[in-house]
């Protein structure tokens, strides 16, 4: 069965800041991975995915994230933190091969101060 | 297209009463999920169908709970009866499968409260 960890459930920068999110999974074959985000009160955007074509991915707003199978991680990053980037950030991997379901890590909300 | 719709957005009910949460997908999407959200246990899936069919249903917590999809365009996740437990945000998503990895597009959830 495949899983993600996120570590930090809390992360907070400072405005232009360097913005890190960790994510490490486990998988018995190559996964697919994501990154999702959700704003207070809405449902969960789609941030970026690897399908084991480039190993570093760019997604909307900015963000990019790397997949590292030596290291079995797929951190987000964003070079600059923007006041609207806070929300919370979701990790989540599914089995190759389309339609199969998503396991999603227990997220990290991100908090920006001016 | 206007997304993936659910209705209510909001609902509060009492106890031992039935819940419908009512979910329809993008138009021409084959899989459809039904997840939870709490702040206990985070993000559950806890049901998918594949051309109106179930899939899993392995993470339907008990018989209170079911789903059904009686057409690619319309589910239901019902609740009978509810528990002041199921007070959480029920997310519906939905994803095509001939576009490769399966990337979903939620709705913008129902809240439940069950008093």
């Known amino acids: 069965a495949q899983s993600v960890t996120q570590l930090g459930s809390h992360v907070s920068v400072s405005e232009g800041a360097l913005v890190l999110l960790r994510c490490n999974y486990s998988?018995?074959?190559?996964?697919?991975l994501f990154w999702y985000v959700q704003y207070p009160n809405q449902g969960l955007q789609l941030l970026l995915k690897?399908?084991?074509?480039?190993?570093l991915v760019k997604g909307i707003n900015g963000f990019e994230a790397e997949f590292k199978k030596s290291e079995t991680s797929f951190h987000l990053t964003k070079p600059s933190a923007h006041m609207s980037d806070a929300a919370e950030y979701f990790c989540?991997?599914?089995?190759?091969?389309?339609?199969?379901?998503?396991?999603f890590g227990t997220g990290t909300q991100l908090k920006v101060e001016l | 297209d206007a997304g993936v719709i659910q209705s209510p957005r909001h609902e509060v009910t009492e106890m031992g009463q039935e819940v419908t949460l009512r979910c329809k997908p993008i138009?021409?999407?084959?899989?459809l999920f039904w997840y939870r959200q709490t702040m206990m246990r985070g993000l559950e899936l806890l049901i998918y169908?594949?051309?109106?069919?179930?899939?899993?249903d392995s993470g339907m917590p008990e018989d209170r709970f079911s789903a059904k999809m009686p057409n690619a365009s319309f589910s239901t996740l019902k609740i009978q009866p509810s528990e002041p437990r199921d007070s959480a945000v029920y997310f519906c998503?939905?994803?095509?499968?001939?576009?490769?990895?399966?990337?979903?597009?939620f709705g913008a959830g129902s809240r439940l409260t069950v008093l």
């Open positions: 989540a991997v599914s089995l190759t091969g389309g339609g199969n379901k998503l396991t």
């Open positions: 138009s021409g999407h084959d899989y």
């Open positions: 169908f594949n051309n109106n069919v179930p899939i899993d």
């Open positions: 998988s018995s074959v190559p996964p697919y």
């Open positions: 998503a939905s994803s095509l499968s001939a576009a490769g990895a399966n990337v979903l597009t």
């Open positions: 690897y399908t084991s074509a480039a190993t």
